[in-house]
């Protein structure tokens, strides 16, 4: 009997090696979840992913989030063309917030910060090139989006978070000139070392303390010096698994794999943010969340709690471990990027409605669903978005008004709530 014992014993250290290595985590996280996974098995279960809940009935037009993203990156939104005149920023945001107060909404997400840039007056990071066409260069008349911004949005009983991308600098096709026309007052030009080039684009390492300091610093100025409701962070943090951090890695004498060490410097700026949100707002219930992509981790390489999907998942790929922010009520809420129809063969909307909703609840984390409007009339993205994507929207409004634990949704993006009738009036039927 004792050999029998010491035998299984040894095949069970030999399976959890197997599926650490090949999950791509470490033995405390197989065991932490093993047991997670055994005290859920005796508590009830959750809705089946088929049967959405329908005990809790969508929150009232006061409480509930119903949001939508005002990018100002690559012309998105705002403005329509970059300039300096201030006429013309001003007379664009208040066409854009009249349509969003008209439809429902009560909540924007302003980009404040698309690049190592800012659409307001601040002392780190100079005046974005999406603004005036020209990094550093001021719009007229004193002119700071941000304020009024703020200031038009509040007038129309509307919420306004600043949302901010915290670590890339430069992106895209261009990515090398505009590196090269930044500002000699740009935190990338006076700190080179804490630049690392990465895909065509540049970026901020994530596994510098000064470079988290940075963000916090930045972060600490928008809550202090504007009235905003909240700081919003996108879905990027690591761009890419072949991030050139080897020497950081090393000069850290970090004992945590690469993968493990690259969240751990993830979950260190989300818990220094928070803290600085919540310690330096001006504005009375100031709210810290993150918007990732809509997938954690994939059932099929994580058995324990990912969803069943095959689909990108940001745990592996931009190491951004939202499941820990959650747990640890790092964040205030969670807009996770569902931006797949209902049925998706990869990523259905409606598993990952339901399974978002499961990871929040008994916790004081807030669930906002990301959907993608953007979509819409777009056949690259298939039948149904190009031609039913504004009653795919309102069918996906529909589900999570009827899911437990769903405390709202967000568009993206105003463009598309500006341009298309058809959308506008499905989103004002189901939000006024």
Not at 36 to 57: C, G, H, I, R
Not at 154 to 175: F, M, S, T
């Amino acid at each position: 009997m004792k050999k029998l014992g010491m035998l299984t014993v040894l095949f069970l250290i030999l399976t959890c090696g197997i599926v650490c290595y090949s999950a791509e985590i470490t033995p405390f996280t197989f065991f932490s979840a093993l047991r997670s996974s055994a005290l859920a098995a005796a508590q009830p279960q959750e809705t089946p992913q088929s049967t959405p809940s329908t005990s809790s009935v969508s929150l009232s037009a006061e409480t509930q989030t119903r949001g939508v993203w005002v990018a100002t990156a690559y012309a998105i939104d705002y403005p329509s063309q970059p300039t300096t005149d201030a006429d013309t920023l001003r007379s664009e945001c208040n066409t854009l917030l009249d349509r969003i107060a008209a439809s429902g909404a009560n909540t924007v997400y302003f980009q404040v910060r698309p690049s190592c840039d800012a659409l307001y007056s601040s002392s780190i990071f100079p005046w974005s090139r999406y603004l005036t066409g020209s990094c550093g260069t001021a719009p007229s008349d004193s002119f700071d989006p941000l304020a009024y911004w703020v200031e038009q949005a509040h007038a129309r009983h509307l919420r306004l978070e600043a949302w901010v991308n915290p670590y890339r600098i430069c992106a895209g096709a261009n990515a090398q000139s505009d590196f090269d026309s930044l500002p000699d007052t740009s935190p990338a030009k006076q700190h080179p070392d804490w630049v690392v080039s990465c895909d065509g684009g540049y970026y901020f390492n994530p596994g510098i303390a000064e470079v988290r300091q940075l963000i916090c610093d930045g972060v600490s100025e928008i809550v202090s010096k504007y009235a905003v409701d909240g700081i919003q962070f996108d879905d990027y943090f690591y761009p890419s698994t072949d991030f050139d951090d080897a020497a950081t890695y090393q000069a850290s004498g970090s004992d945590l794999p690469l993968a493990d060490w690259r969240r751990d410097n993830v979950n260190q700026l989300v818990q220094a943010v928070n803290t600085a949100v919540h310690q330096n707002a001006m504005q009375s219930g100031c709210r810290f969340g993150i918007s990732p992509s809509g997938i954690w981790r994939n059932k099929g390489v994580n058995a324990f709690t990912g969803s069943n999907t095959h689909g990108f998942e940001h745990y592996t790929s931009s190491y951004a471990d939202s499941l820990t922010w959650i747990k640890n009520g790092w964040i205030d809420y969670i807009c996770p990027q569902i931006y797949w129809q209902i049925g998706d063969t990869a990523a259905d909307f409606e598993t990952l409605a339901n399974w978002w909703s499961h990871q929040v609840s008994g916790t004081d984390v807030q669930l906002v669903l990301g959907l993608a409007a953007y979509k819409i009339g777009d056949s690259q993205y298939g039948e149904v978005w190009a031609n039913d994507g504004c009653n795919e929207i309102g069918r996906q409004l529909d589900l999570a008004a009827s899911i437990k634990g769903i405390d709202g949704c967000a568009l993206f993006s105003c463009k598309n709530l500006r341009d298309n009738d058809t959308l506008f009036q499905t989103i004002q039927e189901r939000w006024k």
